[in-house]
């Protein structure tokens, strides 16, 4: 099983809601990522999981709360979003030391 | 610091060949990826570098020069479903992460 999922597919919220994404992967991967894409632009990294420690993030604001449940899981909470936060949001998990990492579909965000 | 340079857009025929270059400064330097990206739609991985020399998958191959600080993917017999963005990423020692480049689009033309 090499696959990374995500949910929601597609996710519309108000500037007041509170909502989170998420992902699993059975891999048995000991990384997991949470990047930024916006249209035309590469992925922009914001966090970085090693065995379900947190090890980078990168400046994000604070309205962005990463959770890592268990090895499998990883969760990222959204609150007081901005317009500009509207992006695709991606997962990622690798086995560790930045080695190929496996992304999930993504999930499209849209803050109104 | 870093910096990874890759063009912007390039056009190309089906059924020809194309080379997409990425050049890079990057302290530590442990490796390179390529990923490819349709758009709306995640990346996958491509190929990985860490070695001098090419490295062969099919109609896609990947070549990287340590000393010169470059990397190119080659793609052959080029299809229509090739038409995306690729992404040369880097590696680096002791990082947990990798560095994205800006990512090339390919317009493939029939």
């Known amino acids: 099983d090499t696959e990374v999922t995500q949910t929601p597919k597609h996710l519309v919220m108000g500037m007041t809601n509170k909502k989170s994404l998420k992902c699993e992967q059975h891999?048995?991967?000991?990384?997991m990522y949470w990047y930024k894409q916006k249209a035309k632009k590469p992925p922009e990294l914001m966090f970085v999981y090693s065995y379900e420690k947190l090890s980078i993030n990168e400046s994000v604001p604070s309205r962005f709360s990463p959770e890592c449940p268990n090895s499998s899981l990883l969760n990222l909470h959204l609150h007081a979003l901005q317009p500009e936060d509207s992006a695709l949001y991606l997962c990622?998990?690798?086995?560790?030391?930045?080695?190929?990492?496996?992304f999930g579909p993504g999930t499209r965000l849209t803050v109104t | 610091g870093q910096n990874i340079d890759q063009p912007t857009e390039m056009t190309a025929t089906e059924g020809a060949i194309v080379q997409i270059n990425c050049t890079y400064q990057?302290?530590?330097?442990?490796?390179l990826f390529w990923y490819q990206q349709h758009a709306g739609e995640a990346p996958t991985f491509l190929s990985y570098n860490v070695l001098d020399g090419l490295e062969e998958k099919g109609r896609f191959s990947s070549f990287l020069s340590r000393s010169k600080g470059y990397s190119y993917l080659l793609l052959k017999e080029l299809q229509m479903k090739d038409s995306a963005s690729y992404l040369c990423?880097?590696?680096?020692?002791?990082?947990?992460?990798?560095?994205f480049g800006k990512g090339t689009r390919l317009h493939i033309l029939p």
């Open positions: 990622a998990s690798s086995q560790g030391g930045a080695l190929e990492q496996y």
């Open positions: 891999m048995g991967h000991r990384a």
């Open positions: 990423a880097v590696r680096r020692w002791g990082d947990d992460k990798i560095i």
């Open positions: 990057t302290s530590g330097f442990n490796g």
